[in-house]
């Protein structure tokens, strides 16, 4: 059973446009989330997380919006630059059942100059 | 650089062998975590540590252990190993056991033959 979903394996945008990777989330005890960049052969880099008490979290490029009642959460790239090319993975995380996290099953971003 | 460094890079093995996995967490940070991506499962966690002691177990089979160590590195023992073994091993670490974000290794890839 997939707690955590991304549903397109892959995405492609071009540069300086707005890159917008999806994820749900099926356990309502999840309450912390966040993204990770991922390139092969290395290990996920923090990128940016939320807590389920905001609705968004900002942090430069990287727009993170959370939407507790569809079980939804969203990053926003703008403007999307070449360098995002990468495999992005969603997480989560229950407080109250430890810190492990949960990953999607990742998207693959791929920006065009 | 996340802070988080695991060795070796690379390890290959022979099905029946055993081996152990490093990692030493960032400065500071007590929760060291031990995560595996295969092809077939993507990321799962594994087991928590926190200050010496399990704080959590994932999907970890019998025949994998860990420990921390009091100066908070960590070793994963994998014994008895199948081909399907094969995969990236990730550490990774955060301050506290609980709500945190976690800093990821740059991973151990196993292959066994």
């Known amino acids: 059973d997939q707690q955590v979903k991304q549903n397109s394996p892959s995405l492609s945008v071009q540069e300086g446009r707005i890159s917008i990777l999806n994820c749900d989330y099926t356990?309502?005890?999840?309450?912390?989330f966040l993204w990770y960049k991922k390139y092969p052969a290395e290990g996920p880099t923090f990128l940016i997380s939320?807590?389920?008490?905001?609705d968004k979290n900002e942090d430069g490029r990287f727009t993170v919006f959370l939407n507790k009642s569809a079980k939804h959460l969203s990053l926003h790239i703008v403007p999307s630059q070449p360098g995002d090319s990468a495999v992005y993975f969603c997480?989560?995380?229950?407080?109250?059942?430890?810190?492990?996290?949960?990953f999607g099953g990742g998207t693959r971003l791929m920006v065009k100059p | 650089d996340s802070g988080v460094t695991q060795t070796p890079k690379h390890l290959i093995t022979a099905t029946g062998q055993r081996v152990t996995l490093r990692c030493s967490p960032r400065?500071?940070?007590?929760?060291v975590y031990w995560y595996q991506q295969s092809l077939d499962q993507g990321l799962q966690f594994l087991i928590q540590?926190?200050?010496?002691?399990?704080?959590a177990k994932g999907n970890i089979l019998e025949r994998f252990s860990a420990q921390q160590f009091p100066d908070l590195h960590s070793e994963l023992n994998l014994s008895s190993l199948e081909l399907g073994d094969s995969a990236l091993y990730f550490c990774?670490?955060?301050?506290?056991?609980?709500?945190?974000?976690?800093?990821f290794g740059p991973g151990t890839r196993l292959l066994v033959l």
């Open positions: 997480a989560a995380s229950a407080t109250n059942a430890g810190n492990m996290l949960t």
């Open positions: 356990n309502s005890m999840f309450d912390y």
């Open positions: 939320i807590s389920s008490i905001k």
């Open positions: 990774a670490s955060s301050t506290r056991p609980r709500g945190e974000t976690q800093y």
């Open positions: 540590y926190y200050n010496g002691e399990e704080r």
């Open positions: 400065s500071g940070d007590l929760s």
